[in-house]
């Protein structure tokens, strides 16, 4: 059965830091690309960041570059979404999801002709001001 379990949500005052864990079970982790996405009230999903874990390639949103931070441990089969520098607009539920990496990149780019293989169930994360 494949799983990915987000977990380290909380809520945070604006300025703070959270890390968010992704555990992976039930397929070839390094054949995979892990995304994370985000869910605010009234907005669409949103992009947040990618990486490959066969290769390590790294794919970050604008409104996040500089300030959060996704690695990989092979090892664990978990990714992380280290986030610094909070913003009351960081505030949404963050999921991840897998597919192959070029599936992730597109669909990480709003390209709506991909879509992802498996999805979390999501961790939520509040910035207070």
């Known amino acids: 059965e494949v799983q990915l379990v987000e977990s380290g949500g909380d809520l945070v005052q604006a300025g703070g830091s959270l890390r968010l864990s992704c555990a992976v079970s039930g397929f070839t982790f390094d054949n995979y690309a892990i995304g994370w996405f985000r869910e605010a009230p009234g907005k669409e999903r949103e992009g947040v960041s990618c990486?490959?874990?066969?290769?390590?390639?790294?794919y970050y949103a604008d409104s996040v570059k500089g300030r959060f931070t996704i690695s990989s441990d092979n090892a664990k089969n978990t990714v992380y979404l280290q986030m610094n520098s909070l913003k009351p607009e960081d505030t949404a539920i963050y999921y991840c999801a897998a597919a192959h990496p070029v599936t992730t990149i597109a669909v990480m780019l709003g390209d709506q002709a991909y879509g992802m293989d498996f999805w979390g169930k999501g961790t939520l994360v509040t910035v207070s001001s």
């Open positions: 990486i490959s874990n066969s290769d390590g390639s790294t």
